[in-house]
């Protein structure tokens, strides 16, 4: 046998060493970071290999398939899943119980407030006010009083009634001072001047369901006195006489009304007025 050969030498060291050992020589270092990098890679994949393991099993266990068995893995999730829909279903129903107690606490409210404000309440019994408007004679006076106007006047009225009712009575005295134009019956002064006193009792009416709104009728007795003779040498005439009103209260403390009257009724003269009144109420 001859001396080694430096091909031999070199065969040598370049020989694998054995499995599971690191190469020696200048080699050494890469293959331990290799090796490294390669177990860092293995232990990411295998995390993610069992998380998605996980998710796929929460899936199965939410919404398991036609498929998939109905084993014990899946029993749990469907238990927690009726949990929770039990748990909403009773938090709905208490939701719905309190909705319900507020609504029913609300009508009886309601029910209390209404009987209530709907109680019988005094109207003011009396008024006292002022009183004016227009006027002429009629039929074979509407020549001999003319036309005019009623410049002045007062009214009083007592009429108890209250909200509730629809009818009552009522009383009501009201005289008013008047000039007439282009009456026959001025012979000494260019205008014929008049005064009416009446009382009348009649029926007051409320129309509809406003309480602060009546119609009302009344007759009585007026008493009709001129400054000149007007017809037998006469000057003062007692006669019936008849009114139609229309009453509305405002504020609470005014009423205000507009009449239409007619008279004397066969007794003297006749003569048809539209007045107009307002006047302060009073209990």
Not at 190 to 211: E, H, K, N, V
Request: hydrophobic letters at 45%; one cysteine or more.
């Amino acid at each position: 046998m001859g001396a080694p050969r430096e091909e031999d030498e070199a065969m040598v060291g370049r020989t694998r060493a054995p499995a599971g050992c690191l190469a020696d020589g200048p080699h050494r270092a890469q293959t331990v970071l290799a090796l490294r990098d390669r177990g860092r890679a293995a232990w990411m994949k295998l995390g993610v290999a069992r998380r998605r393991d996980a998710g796929a099993a929460e899936l199965r266990a939410v919404r398991p398939s036609a498929g998939a068995p109905a084993g014990d893995d899946v029993r749990p999730a469907v238990g927690a899943i009726c949990v929770e829909r039990d748990h909403v279903r009773r938090r709905w129903s208490g939701g719905v119980a309190v909705v319900v107690a507020l609504a029913l606490a609300l009508a009886l409210a309601l029910a209390v407030a209404v009987p209530a404000t709907a109680h019988a309440e005094p109207l003011p019994s009396g008024s006292l006010g002022v009183l004016f408007g227009v006027g002429g004679g009629t039929g074979k006076y509407a020549r001999i009083l003319g036309s005019g106007y009623h410049q002045f006047g007062g009214q009083a009225a007592w009429q108890p009634m209250t909200t509730e009712q629809r009818i009552g009575w009522s009383l009501k005295w009201s005289f008013v001072f008047g000039t007439m134009y282009g009456a026959e019956a001025a012979h000494i002064d260019l205008y014929l001047r008049t005064l009416q006193m009446d009382f009348m009792a009649g029926l007051r009416i409320r129309p509809g369901s406003d309480p602060r709104r009546y119609l009302a009728l009344r007759g009585g007795v007026e008493l009709f006195r001129s400054n000149q003779v007007i017809e037998r040498d006469q000057r003062a005439f007692v006669g019936p006489v008849a009114a139609a009103a229309f009453e509305q209260y405002a504020f609470g403390a005014f009423l205000f009304n507009v009449d239409v009257r007619y008279g004397l009724i066969g007794a003297g003269p006749a003569e048809i007025a539209l007045l107009v009144g307002a006047s302060i109420a009073v209990q």
